[in-house]
Every structure is written in C-alpha cells, then in structure tokens.
C-alpha cells in the first residue's frame, strides 16, 4: 500500500471500500509514527479535510469513523503547526459538536 494512494483517494472511494480504508489507516499509522515530517506532509496534502468529510457522513459505519477520529489524533501529535493546522481545519468543532458517531 502506498500512502500516496490514501492522500489522493477520493472520500467516495474510501466509502465503497472500507476494508482499504483499514489497510489505508495501518499504512498512514505506520507512515507517521515518530516522523513529524510525515504528519505534516499528510496535512499539507489535504487528509485531515479527508477524514473530516468521513466523520461528518452519516452513511460512514462507525467503525471507520473510529479509525478516522485514531488518525486525526495521530497527526495531532505533532509540531505546534500541525497541531495549528488541524485546528484551523475545524476539525476540533467537528468531534464536538457534530453528531459523528
């Protein structure tokens, strides 16, 4: 698995296919652990939006809505900037006060 092929992946995709998306998280998970530098290319390339859009569709079985919710604190654990970058995303309003789950 490539983790281009998640970064890239359209959200549709993503929910026909959730055993990739599991696949995609193990990948992402494995990618950023320890590497700052990885987390905020991964910001930069749009996934936090990604798994905003996931937890914010009603149609998202939870367990999937787990594992985005696992990556975005992930990537929370970061450098300041990417701790500022999830924020500004919304993605602190989204956990909530959305009805995600």
């Not at 055993?19 to 494995?30: C, I």
């Not at 990885?38 to 998202?60: A, C, T």
């Not at 079985?61 to 594992?67: D, L, R």
Request: charged share 20%.
């Amino acid at each position: 698995m490539h983790i281009h092929l998640l970064v890239y992946a359209s959200v549709s995709q993503w929910l026909k296919h959730i055993t990739y998306f599991h696949q995609s998280y193990s990948a992402v998970k494995n990618r950023v652990i320890g590497n700052k530098r990885q987390k905020m290319n991964l910001i930069n390339q749009g996934i936090v939006n990604k798994l905003i859009n996931i937890l914010n569709d009603k149609h998202q079985p939870e367990e999937v809505k787990i594992e985005a919710v696992i990556v975005l604190g992930s990537l929370a654990k970061g450098h300041d900037n990417q701790v500022e970058a999830i924020i500004a995303s919304g993605a602190i309003e989204t956990l909530v006060t959305s009805e995600c789950f």
